[in-house]
T-cell receptor
Framework: ETGVTQSPTHLIKTRGQQVTLRCSSQ?????VSWYQQALGQGPQFIFQ???????GRGNFPPRFSGLQFPNYSSELNVNALELDDSALYLC?????????????FGPGTRLTVT | DAKTTQPNSMESNEEEPVHLPCNHS???????IHWYRQLPSQGPEYVIH???SNVNNRMASLAIAEDRKSSTLILHRATLRDAAVYYC?????????????FGKGTHLIIQP
């Protein structure tokens, strides 16, 4: 059973640029959630996708957008990058939306904005 | 969302039991209690969850107070690998669960 994978591992971008991060969910999982983790803080929920539809969203501006594909892999896109977007971006997959399903996290993508 | 309160840090010795407390006095009757941990330089890892009854799995035990206003994660025999930040999280069981709300968690230090 393959776990959650994310690419790339590290990324350096310039302020104002756009970035796309990718996530492959665990086999059999139809739900993907994205989180942003600043240094020294707990992860913050960005949004969640269930069967290719956005199911919920945290307190992030519209320049953070996402996509989920028919194979349930997912992308996180961030436009007009700001210095504060520098963080570890985590994705997590789960079997579904129920509150008793555990989320399986990937290792994250470290984004640095200069 | 109901909030949780955890100590900022705790220290324990290797091979001894560890009890990590979590207060959630505003919990509703339908909130699940989840615990995740994050080892250094890794993504969070699911540990255990419960609703009303105490729960055991291969990693840990979860003891839930009768009034559900607090819970305790129990690591029965800590190893150095258990050094991590532990997060206690409530998830509403109204259906269509949203993302996890992480607080600051408890930084667990294990002494050899």
């Amino acid at each position: 059973e393959t776990g959650v994978t994310q690419s790339p591992t590290h990324l350096i971008k310039t302020r104002g640029q756009q970035v796309t991060l990718r996530c492959s969910s665990q086999s059999g999982h139809n739900t993907v959630s994205w989180y942003q983790q600043a240094l020294g803080q707990g992860p913050q929920f960005i949004f969640q996708y269930y069967r290719e539809e956005e199911n919920g969203r945290g307190n992030f501006p519209p320049r953070f957008s996402g996509l989920q594909f028919p194979n349930y892999s997912s992308e996180l896109n961030v436009n007009a990058l700001e210095l504060d977007d520098s963080a570890l971006y985590l994705c997590a997959s789960s079997l579904g939306l129920r509150e008793y399903y555990e989320q399986y996290f990937g290792p994250g993508t470290r984004l640095t904005v200069t | 969302d109901a909030k949780t309160t955890q100590p900022n840090s705790m220290e324990s010795n290797e091979e001894e039991p560890v009890h990590l407390p979590c207060n959630h006095s505003t919990i509703s009757g339908t909130d699940y209690i989840h615990w995740y941990r994050q080892l250094p330089s890794q993504g969070p890892e699911y540990v255990i969850h419960g609703l009303t009854s105490n729960v055991n799995n291969r990693m840990a035990s979860l003891a839930i107070a009768e009034d559900r206003k607090s819970s305790t994660l129990i690591l029965h025999r800590a190893t150095l690998r258990d050094a991590a930040v532990y997060y206690c999280i409530l998830l509403y069981s109204g259906g269509g669960a949203d993302g996890l709300t992480f607080g600051k968690g408890t930084h667990l230090i294990i002494q050899p």
